[in-house]
């Protein structure tokens, strides 16, 4: 979706990363799906149109310096992909259709998957299908996504808060257990901050992972473990038992289990081998 966003029909729409998500200039949106002449001037007429937009503008609209039109940087009006969202939906154009059968797509998908969760999994499964990855890698991501659920379960029971004290304690497995951090991880394999690290492991690199991981619930529980200083205990103790594990694959393979190249591309270049 923020790949749609960044660029409608060959119109670039400037956008920056903060705060761990996406923003998008609102004045390149609305010129791009209404072709207006005025983009200022349309987007002081969405807001009388539509007053929840204008009494929500400060939610909205976020001002980020970025580059100008006219080569300067300058704070501009930007939104998330929520707001932008938002604001097409008050855009009565052919361009800002598609996005809002896609919103509604969404949203009625959204309905069935709390009506039945299950769908939700089946969904996952269908667009990493779609994307090239084999069964065997879907299964091993799925089990991975449930360990992982169950740690972060573990450790909002014990004290640790959404966030920063995930992003120390995933990087403490990272650390010990690969030997390099979340950031590096990502470097190596060529990532934005903003891609998932884990949907271009490889089958080993998330069976490992995934063993870290479930290793550190089994240490949470059976210490009792409370506050982040306690639970990083166990997240080193378990990175060392990754750690291990590692070394003794990399040395009868005699090769490094950390590689640049993604899944995808891994698989690709095995195709093309063979």
């Known amino acids: 979706m923020e790949n749609k966003l960044a660029l409608f029909e060959e119109k670039e729409i400037r956008k920056t990363w903060q705060n761990n998500k996406w923003y998008f200039s609102i004045l390149d949106v609305v010129y791009a799906l209404t072709d207006s002449k005025d983009p200022k001037q349309y987007i002081k007429k969405l807001k009388l149109r539509d007053t929840e937009i204008q009494n929500n503008w400060g939610t909205i609209c976020t001002l980020l310096e970025m580059m100008a039109i006219d080569g300067k940087k300058r704070k501009i009006q930007m939104s998330d992909t929520e707001g932008i969202l938002r604001i097409i939906q008050s855009i009565p154009s052919p361009k800002a259709e598609p996005f809002k059968r896609w919103l509604a797509k969404v949203g009625s998908e959204r309905i069935e998957e709390i009506n039945n969760p299950e769908l939700a999994m089946d969904r996952m499964k269908q667009i990493y299908e779609k994307k090239g990855y084999s069964k065997s890698w879907i299964e091993q991501r799925e089990r991975g996504i449930i360990t ?69 619930v089994e240490f949470h529980k059976n210490n009792n473990s409370q506050g982040v200083k306690q639970l990083k205990k166990d997240i080193t103790k378990a990175g060392n038992v990754l750690n291990k594990a590692r070394s003794e694959i990399e040395n009868e393979l005699g090769k490094s289990i950390v590689t640049s190249q993604n899944y995808i591309e891994l698989t690709d270049t095995l195709i093309e081998t063979k």
């Open 148 to 216: 992982r659920h169950n740690l972060t379960d573990e450790w909002k029971e014990r004290g640790a808060k959404v966030g920063r004290d995930y992003a120390i304690l995933t990087n403490e497995i990272y650390k010990t257990g690969f030997g390099i951090d979340a950031k590096e991880y990502k470097s190596i394999k060529g990532l934005h901050e903003s891609q998932n690290l884990r949907d271009s492991m490889t089958n080993i690199e998330l069976a490992l992972t995934n063993l870290g991981e479930a290793t550190a």
